[in-house]
């Protein structure tokens, strides 16, 4: 399980073993710099377009995604992500904890990923948002509902 921390900015607070051994990064590197610096350029911003909604209305998430290591390899990861709370109800932060996604479910989102980097490419991220927007009406789910179902 690949663990890390944010504040509401992003940026790294803590970063368990594992996840350092798989980015190829030690604490010291990756402690204060934005959660992105592994995001790879094969994710469609409609993901995080969906992880930011759900996030800051408190509300936890789950999503598929490709992160870069030091070295410039990949890897995929089934993500929990949620808020963090303090005494008063406030959001302080992010907690995201990562999985290896099952085979099957990779394949899907191969798949769909694909399709909405090409809707990205033409028409940016409104139109990819049209496409996620109409296969959510068209499965008569949430996102996450839909990520889950995979």
């Given at each position: 399980?690949?663990?890390?921390?944010?504040?509401?900015?992003?940026?790294?607070?803590?970063?368990?073993?594992?996840?350092?051994?798989?980015v190829?990064?030690?604490?010291?590197?990756?402690?204060?710099?934005?959660?992105?610096?592994?995001?790879?350029?094969?994710?469609?911003?409609?993901?995080?377009?969906?992880?930011?909604?759900?996030l800051?209305?408190?509300?936890?998430?789950?999503?598929?995604?490709?992160?870069?290591?030091?070295?410039?390899?990949?890897?995929?990861?089934?993500?929990?992500?949620?808020?963090?709370?303090?005494?008063?109800?406030?959001?302080?932060g992010?907690?995201?904890?990562?999985?290896?996604?099952?085979?099957?479910?990779?394949?899907?989102?191969?798949?769909?990923?694909?399709?909405?980097?090409?809707?990205?490419?033409?028409?940016?991220?409104?139109?990819?948002?049209?496409?996620?927007?109409?296969?959510?009406?068209?499965?008569?789910?949430h996102?996450?509902?839909?990520?889950?179902?995979l």
């Open positions: 399980m690949l663990v890390t921390k944010t504040d509401l900015k992003g940026r790294i607070t803590y970063a368990n073993r594992e996840f350092l051994d798989i190829g990064l030690s604490e010291a590197q990756m402690i204060g710099q934005p959660h992105n610096l592994i995001r790879h350029p094969d994710m469609p911003k409609v993901v995080f377009y969906y992880l930011w909604e759900f800051q209305k408190g509300v936890e998430i789950n999503a598929y995604v490709k992160n870069l290591c030091a070295n410039g390899a990949y890897y995929w990861v089934m993500a929990n992500v949620t808020p963090s709370f303090d005494l008063k109800g406030s959001i302080i992010y907690h995201s904890a990562r999985r290896n996604p099952e085979a099957k479910a990779l394949e899907k989102v191969k798949e769909l990923y694909t399709k909405l980097l090409e809707a990205e490419k033409s028409g940016g991220l409104a139109q990819s948002r049209q496409l996620m927007q109409k296969l959510l009406e068209e499965k008569g789910m996102y996450d509902e839909f990520i889950l179902s």
